[in-house]
T-cell receptor
Framework: KAGVTQTPRYLIKTRGQQVTLSCSPI?????VSWYQQTPGQGLQFLFE???????NKGNFPGRFSGRQFSNSRSEMNVSTLELGDSALYLC??????????????FGEGSRLTVL | DAKTTQPNSMESNEEEPVHLPCNHS???????IHWYRQLPSQGPEYVIH???SNVNNRMASLAIAEDRKSSTLILHRATLRDAAVYYC???????????????FGQGTILTVHP
């Protein structure tokens, strides 16, 4: 069973540019969430999508946005890049469960460097 | 989200047991205790979770205090591949609206010596 796939794995941008990152969840998983990881702030929740709807959003400025397609694939976009946006962006998918399971499966991440 | 407290770092020798503690004194009755770990250059991976009773799986064991204010992740025989950052996370019942949100703390950096 294929895992969560994130593309691109590495990218370099300059300040003011925008970037789009892609995430393909595990087949059958309908929930996709995004996280930012930096040395200073650790892992922080960005947002979560389920059935093409954003269900939850973390405390990030509006420059960070995302969407989910009907096949559950998701993209996140960061506009007007700042140096502080340099980070590892992680995507995670999960099966929806009414119980306690809800295990998240993470991809390997997209490492963004802003110069 | 309720907060967890973990030691910043711990060390172990290969093939010895490791006990990683986590304090969560403000845990609510419906919070599950989840553990994830992050190996170098990888995304986090699920390790184990529990509610009240101790749990075992192929990776580890989870011992939960009777009052649920603390828990311990037990790696029975540490290997070099277990060197990672271990995160203890409280998770509300997934029957709510937030299925994919985990609140990570700083975690415990586990170093395993040969």
């Amino acid at each position: 069973k294929a895992g969560v796939t994130q593309t691109p794995r590495y990218l370099i941008k300059t300040r003011g540019q925008q970037v789009t990152l892609s995430c393909s969840p595990i087949s059958g998983h309908r929930s996709v969430s995004w996280y930012q990881q930096t040395p200073g702030q650790g892992l922080q929740f960005l947002f979560e999508y389920f059935s093409e709807t954003q269900r939850n959003k973390g405390n990030f400025p509006g420059r960070f946005s995302g969407r989910q397609f009907s096949n559950s694939r998701s993209e996140m976009n960061v506009s007007t890049l700042e140096l502080g946006d340099s980070a590892l962006y992680l995507c995670a998918s999960s099966l929806i469960s009414t119980g306690e399971r809800g295990e998240l499966f993470f991809g390997e991440g997209s490492r963004l460097t802003v110069l | 989200d309720a907060k967890t407290t973990q030691p910043n770092s711990m060390e172990s020798n290969e093939e010895e047991p490791v006990h990683l503690p986590c304090n969560h004194s403000t845990i609510s009755g419906t919070d599950y205790i989840h553990w994830y770990r992050q190996l170098p250059s990888q995304g986090p991976e699920y390790v184990i979770h529990g509610l009240t009773s101790n749990v075992n799986n192929r990776m580890a064991s989870l011992a939960i205090a009777e009052d649920r204010k603390s828990s311990t992740l037990i790696l029975h025989r540490a290997t070099l591949r277990d060197a990672a950052v271990y995160y203890c996370i409280l998770r509300a019942n997934a029957g709510g609206t937030s299925y994919g949100k985990l609140t990570f703390g700083q975690g415990t950096i586990l170093t395993v010596h040969p």
